[in-house]
């Protein structure tokens, strides 16, 4: 029916609202590692007329990139409008990132040791690009306005709110530069901004730390202390980059209820580090699932082994990142896939399937 008030014509609805259907609203993430760049995967991308072309280096990623509402990885290096160097301190080009974008990656995680490599002219570089490309970040921030408008960074569908934080336990000794900020891994600091979170309506948050020891393939005591004090402060998801190389997944699910997840680290994404657990990584997938008043569920957690397939030939190196259950098809036997064995075989002892976390073996069904 409807009711005319003055010259307002409002529909009424006629319907008990306690026989309708609660809206549920659904957001999928999909997480990924560090995202690296070494010199040579710089050179490998830079063409004779000097530009730089990442195409193919994560093509075979992105299905799955596309497939969440939201992917994100922590973007370990800085961006530079020129003289490009790799470790220790890395400053890329523009194309390294923005190539991001072209695959489906929409959220950049930018505290962790090497923020600082450029100083404050290569944070301000890589803060402008990454807003100039389209990107959602955290972590760092320019200043003070800067920080207020990405702090606490807040995705949103339907009636989930997710405030996701990014935290570094350093920058490799360097100095924050003045009116920069950088998020540093602070529990009385982390504990202000949850609450900070929850002001700005926040229904969950994920934790994305920046620790642990590199190259070490479990927890060590802080990790494990530190995210057990996460999750004590009502946080399901703990998310953690840094080691280069994977670290197990810790869920507690109770009554068929995941109450925790902790993903220590996921390794790299892509980078020129040789050996073979750190050629290889793992990307998460999860599903947050909400009916307005009712706690969030989260749904369909699953971990994606991948290898970064190292082509080496003589004028150039060719990168590619593989998911594992198609290595068989896309790799070079002999040449990219060397290692790949060794890591499978670790990988596998580290992660296994548990309640509610599954791992993924195909890639997602195609957009109709």
């Known amino acids: 029916m409807l009711l005319i008030a003055g010259c307002r014509a409002e529909k009424i609805s006629t319907e008990n609202p306690e026989t309708e ?43 799955f990139f596309k497939n969440a509402d939201f992917s994100i990885l922590n973007f370990e290096t800085t961006i530079s409008e020129r003289n490009f160097t790799g470790y220790p301190c890395f400053h890329s080009p523009k194309a390294a990132m923005c190539y991001l974008k072209e695959v489906g990656v929409k959220v950049l995680m930018l ?77 009385a600091l982390i ?15 994920i934790v994305f730390y920046h620790w642990g020891q590199e190259y070490q ?24 980059s840094h080691p280069h190389v994977i670290q197990p997944i810790e869920s507690v699910v109770q009554d068929s209820v995941v109450n925790r997840i902790t993903l220590y680290s996921l390794g790299n994404l892509i980078s020129n580090q040789p050996e073979p657990d750190c050629k290889g990584a793992l990307s998460f997938y999860i599903e947050l699932v909400r009916t307005k008043g009712v706690p969030t569920r989260y ?43 060794i890591f499978t075989e670790q990988a596998y002892k580290l992660i296994t399937p548990s309640a509610g976390i599954k791992e993924i073996t195909s890639y997602p069904p195609a957009e109709n």
């Open 217 to 240: 393939p479990y927890p060590d005591k802080q990790q494990k202390q530190l995210a057990d004090w996460t999750h004590q402060q009502g946080v399901t998801l703990v998310v953690g």
């Open 21 to 63: 259907t609660p809206v549920e609203s659904r957001l999928s993430l999909f997480f990924s590692g560090d995202y690296m760049q070494h010199l040579p995967q710089v050179n490998s991308a830079r063409r004779p007329d000097g530009s730089f072309d990442y195409t193919g280096t994560l093509t075979n990623l992105s299905p």
């Open 299 to 341: 749904e369909n957690g699953a971990y994606l082994f991948h290898w970064v397939g190292i082509d080496r030939q003589v004028n150039k190196t060719d990168y590619s990142v593989i998911p594992v259950f198609s290595a068989d098809s896309l790799l070079i036997p002999g040449v990219s896939d060397i290692g790949l064995d």
């Open 191 to 205: 504990r202000q901004d949850l609450k900070e979170a929850r002001r700005h309506k926040a229904t969950d948050i």
């Open 111 to 187: 505290a962790n040791n090497h923020c600082c490599d450029g100083g404050e002219q290569g944070i301000r570089t890589t803060l402008a690009v990454a807003d100039s490309c389209g990107f959602l970040r955290s972590g760092v921030y320019a200043d003070s306005a800067d920080y207020r408008r990405y702090h606490p960074l807040i995705l949103q569908k339907g009636e989930i709110r997710l405030a996701i934080l990014n935290y570094t336990y350093g920058t490799n000794g360097l100095p924050v530069p003045a009116g920069v900020i950088v998020n540093h891994i602070d529990t």
